[in-house]
Structure formats: structure tokens, C-alpha cells
């Protein structure tokens, strides 16, 4: 009978994921540290191990894996991992989407209704034990919201805004019909921004999207526009945002 094959975990829950992993999947041997605890896994099983699960890693970590075929991205995005320069082009690369979509798009919800509910002004109101009626909500029915972005995360948020009321445009690469939602090409975001009441940045970081926001694009926004970006910080040019 041969020996189980072997999968290294690298992540701060390390603890919390072998157990499962391995109730998951009896047939192969996970063993498992946390980044900061790479000194002490052996050379010895690294060099027999042909899966990677992991988010990030020291420099001169992947070396010591010298069979490696396959890494398992423990996250959405995979920039980071595309281009390390310790990672063998032909090592195929698979990242999870899992049930990120539903965190993030509890994330948007949360920052759009904490303006919409106007929630710091009511939580010191009620600290004053104050009442103020002037403090309503404002109505987000029929308001327009932007998810530049739409693969599995962006599909979420899609949906948690649509149930919010809002009416939902999707920006892609190339214009395309959808079933659910409008979906422009990136060529149309500028045109959208005017009318945009909550623009969501949840595109995976590329050229084509590296800088996409900047001074150009938000002057074709206006002073009761809300950004949230769950997507890479490299997506905005932060100088033209602070400006």
C-alpha cells in the first residue's frame, strides 16, 4: 500500500482547519504550521509534499517544496500568488471564493446602511437619551448602486444591495447579458457615476484594473457618493481619492 500523499497548511488558523481537512479527506497526510512557525516544519516532508494550502508565506518558503504540483489559494485573490517569483509557472494555481461572497457583501450592506440609518447620529442621540425626529432614514428604493466586478463576490453584493432596494448595475470587462443584473463594460463606468448612489469595488486586481479609480473617474462622481472597495487597495489611486 503506498504512503498517503502529503499537503502542507500555512495560515494563522491552522489549528482550527487541519482537523476538518483531515476528516475531509482521510486519503492524503495534512500537516500543517503557522506562517511564523515555518522554521520548525522538516525539510524532510516538505520535499514529499505535493499540495499547498495557504494565503501567504515567507520568501524562500516554496523552495523547500520542490515536488509541488499543486497551491490552493486560501483566499478570493490571487495577485499576490500570480506573480511570486518563487512559484513554478506550471504549479496550477486555485483560489476560494467559498462563502466570501456572503461576508462581503454583509460588509457593503453594513457601510451603506450605517450613512442610509444615519448611525453614529442616532447612537449619540441615544447615549444624550435624546430624542431627534429630524434623524430619518434616507430611502435608498430605486437608488442606483454600481458592483464593478460580478463573478461570485460581486454577485452576492449584487443581490444583498437588489434586496435593499437599490436597482443594481454590474461593470465587466466587456458589456454581456445576464439574467439578474445590467452589466456594462468598463468603457461605461464613467457615464454610470453621476446618477451612483454606492460604488463597490469587488474586481479581482489586474492591469486593466490597477488605478481604475482615480481623479478622472471621481469627478464623475458626486459629494453623496459612497465607495466601498472589498476588492485590492491598489485599485484606487489613493492620492487622487484623499484629494
Given at each position: 500500500?503506498?504512503?498517503?500523499?502529503?499537503v502542507?497548511?500555512?495560515?494563522?488558523r491552522?489549528?482550527?482547519?487541519?482537523?476538518?481537512?483531515r476528516?475531509?479527506?482521510?486519503?492524503?497526510?495534512?500537516?500543517?504550521?503557522?506562517?511564523?512557525?515555518?522554521?520548525?516544519?522538516?525539510?524532510a516532508?516538505?520535499?514529499?509534499?505535493?499540495?499547498?494550502?495557504?494565503w501567504?508565506?515567507?520568501?524562500?518558503?516554496?523552495?523547500?517544496?520542490?515536488?509541488?504540483?499543486?497551491?490552493?489559494a486560501?483566499g478570493?485573490?490571487?495577485?499576490?500568488?500570480?506573480?511570486h517569483p518563487?512559484?513554478?509557472?506550471?504549479v496550477?494555481?486555485?483560489?476560494?471564493?467559498?462563502r466570501f461572497?456572503?461576508?462581503?457583501?454583509?460588509y457593503v450592506?453594513?457601510?451603506?446602511?450605517?450613512?442610509a440609518?444615519?448611525?453614529?447620529?442616532?447612537?449619540?442621540?441615544?447615549?444624550?437619551?435624546?430624542?431627534?425626529p429630524e434623524?430619518?432614514?434616507e430611502?435608498?428604493?430605486?437608488r442606483?448602486?454600481?458592483?464593478?466586478?460580478?463573478?461570485?463576490?460581486g454577485?452576492?453584493?449584487?443581490?444583498?444591495?437588489?434586496?435593499l432596494?437599490?436597482?443594481?448595475?454590474?461593470?465587466v470587462?466587456?458589456?454581456?447579458?445576464?439574467?439578474?443584473?445590467p452589466?456594462h463594460?468598463?468603457?461605461?463606468?464613467?457615464?454610470?457615476?453621476p446618477?451612483?448612489?454606492?460604488?463597490?469595488?469587488?474586481?479581482p486586481?489586474?492591469?486593466e484594473t490597477?488605478?481604475?479609480l482615480?481623479?478622472?473617474?471621481?469627478?464623475r462622481?458626486?459629494?453623496?457618493?459612497?465607495?466601498v472597495n472589498?476588492g485590492?487597495?491598489?485599485?484606487?489611486v489613493?492620492?487622487?481619492?484623499l484629494?
Open positions: 500500500m503506498s504512503a498517503p500523499r502529503k502542507a497548511v500555512v495560515h494563522h491552522v489549528a482550527e482547519w487541519l482537523p476538518v481537512l476528516e475531509a479527506e482521510p486519503r492524503l497526510e495534512f500537516r500543517g504550521w503557522r506562517p511564523e512557525e515555518l522554521d520548525q516544519a522538516e525539510d516532508w516538505l520535499g514529499e509534499a505535493e499540495g499547498l494550502l495557504a501567504k508565506f515567507p520568501a524562500g518558503f516554496l523552495p523547500r517544496l520542490p515536488r509541488l504540483a499543486w497551491l490552493q486560501l478570493a485573490g490571487v495577485d499576490h500568488l500570480v506573480a518563487e512559484l513554478p509557472a506550471q496550477p494555481l486555485t483560489r476560494a471564493d467559498g461572497g456572503f461576508w462581503m457583501a454583509r450592506a453594513y457601510h451603506l446602511l450605517e450613512e440609518q444615519r448611525g453614529a447620529a442616532c447612537r449619540e442621540a441615544q447615549a444624550a437619551r435624546t430624542w431627534r434623524l430619518l432614514p430611502d435608498l428604493a430605486g442606483r448602486a454600481v458592483v464593478v466586478g460580478v463573478g461570485l463576490i454577485r452576492q453584493i449584487c443581490r444583498a444591495l437588489r434586496e432596494g437599490l436597482a443594481v448595475h454590474g461593470v470587462r466587456s458589456p454581456r447579458p445576464d439574467p439578474e443584473f452589466l463594460g468598463t468603457a461605461e463606468l464613467p457615464g454610470l457615476l446618477e451612483t448612489r454606492v460604488l463597490v469595488l469587488a474586481a486586481l489586474t492591469p490597477r488605478g481604475l482615480d481623479a478622472r473617474l471621481l469627478a462622481g458626486h459629494g453623496g457618493l459612497t465607495l472589498v485590492r487597495g491598489a485599485q484606487v489613493e492620492a487622487d481619492l484629494e
